[in-house]
T-cell receptor, first 112, second 115 residues
Framework: QKEVEQNSGPLSVPEGAIASLNCTYS??????FFWYRQYSGKSPELIMS????GDKEDGRFTAQLNKASQYVSLLIRDSQPSDSATYLC????????????FGRGTQLTVWP | DTAVSQTPKYLVTQMGNDKSIKCEQN?????MYWYKQDSKKFLKIMFS???????INETVPNRFSPKSPDKAHLNLHINSLELGDSAVYFC??????????????FGSGTQLSVL
């Protein structure tokens, strides 16, 4: 059973639009959730983390968490072509420190 | 200065060979990891070390053996390579074992191709 599920996409949006990326997780013990961005041929880099229900905003990025629904999302406002990448959702394994489970990623393309 | 560096970047080898990947971090972190990313971008943890102590050992074949000579280094040795081992292997580090501080710093990856 997969621990973290994402729509693999690809998701294609025009420049300036809002891109919405979704993720669900199966382990109710998970407490911490992360969004990593991975450009083609590069390593993942952390862009957002969220630990409490609700929204968390950082610049053009907003992460949303709903623990009751076991749902995490990432909104990218005013999408830019430079946002084109694969976005990986990750959740911690609540019972085991230091372990992250990643989803398979959603490929986002922002066209000018 | 590169924070997490791993070598080599590319590794092409024949089935049955033994190979090693090296990783070093200069961030002063206590925890280091090996992740495997398959062709479908699925990133899965393999091992985690904290201050040279093995913390996590996922269901990885015994052919894979990590070694941490000190907390700044975590190497991965693979015996008897198989076709299914072809993937990108990422080394990573973090400053804290606690999941709430789980910002991972990744190396640039090693593309392993087993022929």
């Amino acid at each position: 059973q997969k621990e973290v599920e994402q729509n693999s996409g690809p998701l294609s949006v025009p420049e300036g639009a809002i891109a919405s990326l979704n993720c669900t997780y199966s382990d109710r013990g998970s407490q911490s959730f992360f969004w990593y961005r991975q450009y083609s041929g590069k390593s993942p880099e952390l862009i957002m983390s969220i630990y409490s229900n609700g929204d968390k905003e950082d610049g053009r990025f907003t992460a949303q968490l709903n623990k009751a629904s076991q749902y995490v999302s990432l909104l990218i406002r005013d999408s830019q072509p430079s946002d084109s990448a694969t976005y990986l959702c990750a959740a911690d394994r609540g019972s085991t420190l230091g372990r992250l489970y990643f989803g398979r990623g959603t490929q986002l393309t922002v066209w000018p | 200065d590169t924070a997490v560096s791993q070598t080599p970047k590319y590794l092409v080898t024949q089935m049955g060979n033994d190979k090693s990947i090296k990783c070093e971090q200069n961030l002063g972190h206590d925890t280091m990891y090996w992740y495997k990313q398959d062709s479908k971008k699925f990133l899965k943890i393999m091992f985690s070390y904290n201050n040279k102590e093995l913390i996590i050992n996922e269901t990885v074949p015994n052919r894979f053996s990590p070694k941490s000579p000190d907390k700044a280094h975590l190497n991965l040795h693979i015996n008897s390579l198989e076709l299914g081992d072809s993937a990108v292997y990422f080394c990573a580090s973090s400053s804290d074992r606690a999941a709430t501080n789980e910002k991972l710093f990744f190396g640039s990856g090693t593309q392993l191709s087993v022929l």
